[in-house]
């Protein structure tokens, strides 16, 4: 037996685990290309959305770990009325006039808490109404299931079928809600015998399950489609909607205070989707299929920063913006400003996590 002066006998070290290494994020364009991006949309050459790095290769979009990827589906063959939406992705890029950078509401640089690049576009072969689609769901999952926020930039609403399936497939079906603005519900069934419609994509995602009916909410429906048949059919799914009329009697920002609630009942994710027919024409002439009445951007732009800054939102969309039908590039204008104003949300709450801006980040 031990005296009790005997010292212990040293214990066996325990093996070291060494900390998993994050490396560093690479974000790196080179000089030339910085350079180009700097000189903004008028003098620069490189047109992507914000004057963003272009990064299309997924070993690239690896090394340099953004929070989001803006991404464009040029596809508007599903479009009933007038076509043009393939259109909307390059006008956004190109035609948008560039605003700066600082929220004056927020007060704050976006992208100095806010890592955001542009991915480039899905392809979408002419005529090819299945192989686009799929490459469309391809380059949003190849972006979501790297845990970036995907903004999809359309396209016609068709797009929101693959892009928000590719969103479920990486979040859980059933585990994401939707918020989804538009003049009209696009839940018929088929349109001229067409199951890939932009009038039938928020139909075939309640069917599939990857979005659930009672999570399914919508804002600003208005006008004169569809008919008793498709309201029963979404009453029987659960879904809610806030027509026009509610909006115009009680507010956006009371309205959405609801739907928000309604659409992340039980689950953990929320989608953004946003057809720009929702706005009124006079702010949002450049569509297919304007519907007058609708909502005014000065309550949309702060309706989406509010989602931003409110919900766990892992995807958003701004769809319908046909370029041949606007004026004065107002319709371009106000759904870039949607964008931005989902990217200041996101940016603040970045900051009221606390996390800092790394220091290798690039302000473009
Ligand atoms: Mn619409
Ligand atoms: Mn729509």
Redesign the pocket.
Known sequence: MPSPTTPPEPATPEPVTPEPVTPAPVRDVGPGYREQLEQGYVFGSVLTFGQRPLVVEEAQLDAWRPDVAVLGAPFDLGTTNRPGARFGPRALRTNAYEPGTFHLDLGLEIFDWLEVVDVGDAYCPHGRVEASLDNIKAKVASVVNRGIVPITIGGD?TVTWPAATAVADRYGYGRVGMVHF?A?A?TADTIDGNLAS?GTPMRRLIESGAIPGRNFVQIGLRGYWPGQDVWDWMAEQGMRWHLMDEVHRRGLDSVLTDAIGEAMDGVDHLYVSV?I?SLDPAYAPGTGTPEPGGLASVDMVRAMRRLAMETPLVAFDV??VAPAYDHADCTVNVAHRLIMEILAGLAWKRRQRGEQPSADRPRR
Request: aromatic share 0%; glycine share 0%; proline share 0%.
């Open positions: 609403h538009d009209h696009d932009h057809d027919d769809m319908e």
